[in-house]
């Protein structure tokens, strides 16, 4: 029985070892060869120059403060919809999977449509005598379209580590004579760390890569290192200088995965 | 304190919707560019269906998602029955694999079943896309089952074999009634994540093909087609409302019961 169990593995393992372990394997192949097929570290390096660095420091940055910044937004949330009574999954699906529904490049340029200089937020903030915002086609409009696209991401793990925490424990804090501030800090804080840990890979790691937000509200003004590595592919079709960049990216991607996984067995 | 929880949440309420709203706005704007309202019309939903290249778009984009859902369910539901009998360690290293598209980034995904579709020599189109949004979706389907997996009592499979049941049978009859909120919505995760996929189709699409969201994205620069706001309008209130009904069928329900 055992036997006959294993070979209803094969199927997927056949298929992600050729989809994915396979395609893997290539991007470093791409990655440490030239066009002649002869082993370099050229295209790895190539991050050093000028243009490269700048554009992966510009991505940590955003990427960075989009992490933050989603953070900041969504924990609050994600304490006030736990605490609710009752299970508010169905709310919770309603408010964050439904915009999936509308197509993402489009969302992110109605942003346009809203943050332009003569677009609604300044009809808005003109009608009320405000200074007009100046944040299209600037970072900080990235930062925006950042925090918009992955705060579910991140509201979404923290809800469900938040949900889990036992009222009892809370309660007991209390009767131990802990206020409301000490109660967050050494009780629920550290008992949503693995929902903060899942948070954050889920919104750095797409913000660290994404090429469409910066394409679509930086004006193709500010370049990021994902739409490097996307122009290498589609315009400049030099696959060895992209995959080499790739592999820079994923190292980032690891080295995040190994900081978490550290902050978590602490 | 109620009061500004409220408020707090009604503020991410607005933000998140904020975009939402714009388009279907945009999508009865009588004007075509963007920046300026030129009174309310209907026009673009009529001209939406005469537009071929959006209607072959949406279908494409439809098919693709209801296959490679499809495809994935079935694989991911044969390989989660596979896993729970492996051993603890080989078990861990495919979910080790598994986890790679969810925690890598797209764009090297992409990448990379663009160069792996390129060295085979694959014809760049339709079946490429299909591969590659199966291959992004078996993890969401596993993660889905995995769970009722566990939950699921061994007992009661081998009861039913050795009440003379099958493996097929016992499988039909007793487990897959178990796993089934599991792998329903690991299906509509798989579709959901196939809709709304822009960057692997990006790079594993040929010429010539478009899903709605490659078909946007080469439209940016030109601006966006009307007709476009219309039909994202259109999906997402049949969303809405689908949504409004499923959850309101089992209060119904409870309220017979009571």
Sequence with gaps: ?266 | MKFAKKIYVALIFLFLYAPIGTLIVLSFNASKTRSKWGGFTVKWYVSLFQDETILQALGMTLLIALLSALAATVIGTISCVAMNNMKRRTRAVLMGVTNIPMLNADIVTGISLMLLFISFGLRFGFGTILLSHITFNIPYVILCIMPKMKQFNPSVYEAALDLGASHITAFFKVMLPDLAPGILSGFLMAFTMSLDDFIITHFTKGAGIDTLSTKIYTEVKKGIKPEMYALSTIIFVTVLVLLFLVNAAPDKKQDAVL
């Excluded at chain 1, 809203?114 to 409009?141: Q, W």
């Excluded at chain 1, 840990?197 to 090429?211: D, H, K, R, W």
């Excluded at chain 1, 930086?218 to 592919?233: H, R």
């Design chain 1, 1 to 266: 029985m055992k036997y006959k169990k294993n070979i209803l593995a094969a199927p997927y393992v056949l298929w992600s070892a050729l989809f994915i372990i396979i395609p893997l394997c290539m991007i470093f192949y791409y990655g440490l060869t030239d066009k002649s097929g002869a082993f370099t570290m050229e295209n790895i390096l190539a991050i050093a120059s000028v243009g490269h660095a700048k554009a992966l420091w510009r991505s940590l940055l955003l990427s960075l403060i989009s992490t933050i910044l989603c953070f900041l937004l969504a924990y609050p949330l994600a304490m006030i919809l736990a605490g609710k009574k009752g299970n508010q999954t169905g709310f919770i699906i309603l408010i964050f999977i439904l915009p999936m529904w509308m197509n993402f490049l489009l969302r992110t340029l109605a942003w346009q449509t809203l943050l332009e200089k003569t677009g609604v937020i300044n009809g808005i903030l003109s009608f009320l005598g405000l200074p007009p915002l100046r944040i299209i086609n600037t970072s900080y409009a990235i930062v925006l379209g950042m925090v918009y696209n992955f705060l579910p991401f991140m509201v979404l793990p923290l809800y469900n580590a938040l949900a889990k925490i036992d009222e009892n424990i809370i309660n007991a804090a209390k009767d131990l004579g802990a206020n409301k501030i000490q109660t967050f800090f050494r009780i629920i804080l550290p008992l949503s760390v693995p929902g903060i840990i899942s948070g954050v890979t889920m919104v750095f790691v797409p913000a660290l890569t994404t090429f469409v937000i910066s394409t679509l509200l930086g004006g193709s003004k500010v370049l990021l290192i994902g739409n490097v590595i996307e122009q290498e592919f589609t315009q400049a079709s030099n696959w060895h200088l992209g995959s080499g960049l790739s592999i820079v990216l994923m190292i980032f991607i690891i080295i995040n995965m190994l900081v978490t996984a550290l902050l978590e067995k602490e």
